[in-house]
Nanobody
Framework: QVQLVESGGGLVQPGGSLRLSCAVS????????MAWYRQVPGKEREFVAR???????QYADFVQARFTISRDNAKNTVFLQMNSLKPEDTAVYYC?????????WGQGTQVTVSS
């Protein structure tokens, strides 16, 4: 079973940047479309960005060109570069791997945008 471990979250001021990482183990990242979701207490988990096995990226409308998803297949890792962060970006960010027959989630990493 593929395992995902997120890192890179933290506290940042509005307008700042963070880079989230999702390290994949027990399987090759080449077999999965990878995505980032986020969730705040009391709300449903929402889609942030996705990158396919071929490198095609897709973003939620609220990203507005502020975030960039990328993958390093050699390092078995997916990244989410987040710039121009806003207080409303505060959430737990989750990594998701979706293969042909299986899907997995990481444990999440907290991102807090506050002055």
């Amino acid at each position: 079973q593929v395992q995902l471990v997120e890192s890179g979250g933290g506290l940042v001021q509005p307008g700042g940047s963070l880079r989230l990482s999702c390290a994949v183990s027990r399987s090759s990242i080449n077999d999965y479309n990878m995505a980032w979701y986020r969730q705040v207490p009391g709300k449903e988990r929402e889609f942030v960005a996705r990158i396919t096995t071929t490198g095609k990226a897709q973003y939620a409308d609220f990203v507005q060109a502020r975030f960039t998803i990328s993958r390093d297949n050699a390092k078995n890792t997916v990244f989410l570069q987040m710039n121009s962060l806003k207080p409303e970006d505060t959430a737990v960010y989750y990594c998701n791997a979706r293969g042909v027959v299986s899907s997995a989630w990481g444990q999440g990493t907290q991102v807090t945008v506050s002055s």
